[in-house]
């Protein structure tokens, strides 16, 4: 079976981005953050909404953070973090089914994702 890679998001960095992404804990932190869309959410909020705090919630955004998916910005006295990756979140669905049924003669109606 021979592999190719995807023109906006390869191999190595699709790998990288779902290792940040496999964690139960950093999924729910990432779901929250999409769901308060733009404007985002403060360190306490986000704390309240995941119900993960304190030391565990700041390395948990230090991932996400460093694999591009979250961006956090001083705002006053408040740390707001903004799930501002939407792009990447859209390339790596893409990277997932590029290739769907690529390897089957006759694919399913409903299964191609060209």
């Given at each position: 079976m021979k592999h190719h890679l995807s023109d906006d998001l390869s191999l190595a960095r699709a790998?990288?981005?779902f290792a940040a992404l496999g964690s139960e804990q950093r999924l729910s932190v990432l779901r929250c953050l999409v769901r308060a869309g733009?404007?985002?959410l403060?360190?306490?909020e986000l704390g309240a909404r995941s119900g993960?705090?304190?030391s565990t919630?700041?390395?948990h955004m230090k991932i996400l953070t460093q694999a591009g998916?979250?961006?956090q910005a001083r705002q006053g006295r408040s740390i707001i973090c903004?799930?501002?990756a939407y792009?990447?979140?859209e390339a790596l669905s893409r990277f997932l089914l590029s290739e769907c049924c690529a390897d089957i003669e006759t694919p399913s109606e409903g299964h191609r994702h060209d």
């Open positions: 790998a990288s981005t733009p404007d985002g403060s360190i306490g993960i705090t304190g919630l700041t390395h998916l979250v961006t903004i799930a501002a792009d990447e979140m």
